[in-house]
């Protein structure tokens, strides 16, 4: 497990409105080019790679799993936020994603998100 | 030599950026209030450059490069970021810095004894900056000296050299050999959770806001640096960290009673407010 991978990842797709459009018109395909490209070239040490489970989750854009595997608060909401804003609509929007992200998170109370 | 004009706390939520606009919400008219007697007192105190600790939320620096105290030295420094005009709908702005200060502040050659400073020449500020100085000096026309101070990477400066900093800063510009008038400029949060399960349901924790207000009011800097220890302080929310920045300004006015203490209510988690004019 690598919180700081996850952090990194997260921060990489959320700064930029470039990151998040790409991550989310093919997510599968941007988490495994990340992977490869970021993941494993420059940093060659063993716990330095998404494990399967936090590369699953991120591909899923699975809020819950990434909180209780310990990513950092603040960049997940605001990762969450960004990707999420994409399919608001008339039935769902920034109040209900508020509103779904406590639930999830809030069985798995306050993760240690120390890298 | 330099005075020390004022010390001042502001929020720096940019949600307000959006809510806080005409016609005036009736639960904002209070946060705008607040702003509007700092911006103020900034105008009537005649403020030559300021002094403006804050807090880069995980933009500048991230975990890869994480510094404690970090200050800025560059001529001048662009304000937000593309994914702060996105989500928060900011306006990009300009800051001119004051490198002279900076250079007082942190030594030019060798850094001072009491704080070590990281330095930056190259620095975009994020919402923790721009937006208290958009409030409080709305044209941008007093030049800055920004100081992070990590409040969102663990591990974070303990309170107590929080306070530190600010008896640094006081004395460094008391002994500054100018006549400028300056000002010490912080922003946080009270009580706030942001990413956890009590983002975005008003204050968290009202017991510690309480409290947090109270030792400013007192002017009670121990009981401050004892209540923001790290697991009482997070308890209060994840990102309440950001509130220790209220003790850098409480010890550079060497612990006085502020002479605004308040924890504004809104649709927000309670905003911060406290200034201090010097006597």
Request: a negative charge.
């Amino acid at each position: 497990m690598s919180k700081y991978m996850i952090d990194k990842f997260m921060h990489s797709v959320e700064m930029s409105n470039a990151g998040v459009e790409a991550y989310v018109a093919d997510t599968a395909g941007f988490v495994d080019a990340w992977i490869a490209a970021s993941g494993r070239t420059d940093v060659p040490t063993g716990d330095r790679i998404f494990t399967a489970e936090e590369r699953d989750a991120f591909v899923a854009r699975d809020y819950e799993t990434l909180y209780r595997l310990g990513g950092h608060p603040y960049l997940l909401w605001h990762f969450t936020e960004a990707v999420y804003t994409q399919e608001f609509n008339d039935n769902f929007g920034w109040r209900d994603l508020v509103e779904k992200y406590r639930a999830a998170v809030a069985p798995h109370g306050v993760p240690d998100f120390i890298p | 030599m330099a005075k020390l004009v004022m010390a001042a706390v502001t929020p720096h939520n940019p949600l307000l950026w959006r809510a806080m606009r005409d016609p005036m919400p009736d639960d904002l008219a209070a946060v705008r209030k607040n702003f509007s007697t700092i911006r103020d007192t900034i105008r009537e105190l005649e403020v030559d450059v300021a002094v403006v600790v804050g807090t880069d939320h995980i933009r500048q620096f991230f975990f890869d490069n994480s510094p404690a105290f970090i200050i800025g030295k560059a001529e001048s420094y662009h304000g937000t970021y593309e994914n702060e005009v996105r989500t928060f709908g900011m306006d990009y702005a300009e800051l001119q810095g004051h490198r002279e200060l900076s250079d007082e502040i942190s030594g030019r050659t060798v850094l001072p004894e009491n704080i070590d400073f990281a330095v930056s020449y190259e620095w975009r500020l994020d919402h923790g900056f721009v937006i208290p100085l958009q409030y409080v000096i709305p044209d941008l026309d007093i030049p800055i000296v920004p100081i992070h101070v990590n409040a969102a990477l663990p591990p974070m400066p303990s309170p107590r050299r929080f306070a530190a900093l600010g008896d640094h800063l006081r004395d460094t510009i008391e002994r500054w050999d100018s006549d400028a008038r300056v000002a010490l400029l912080t922003s946080g949060h009270m009580a706030t959770d942001v990413g956890g399960p009590k983002q975005f349901a008003g204050s968290p924790d009202p017991v510690f806001d309480a409290e947090a207000v109270g030792w400013m009011r007192d002017g009670d800097l121990e009981a401050a640096i004892h209540g923001c220890r790290f697991d009482r302080i997070m308890a209060a929310g994840n990102i309440t960290y950001q509130y220790v920045n209220a003790i850098t300004a409480l010890a550079a006015m060497n612990s006085a009673p502020a002479d605004l203490a308040e924890a504004t209510e809104s649709r927000f988690a309670s905003s911060p407010f406290f200034m201090w004019r010097a006597a």
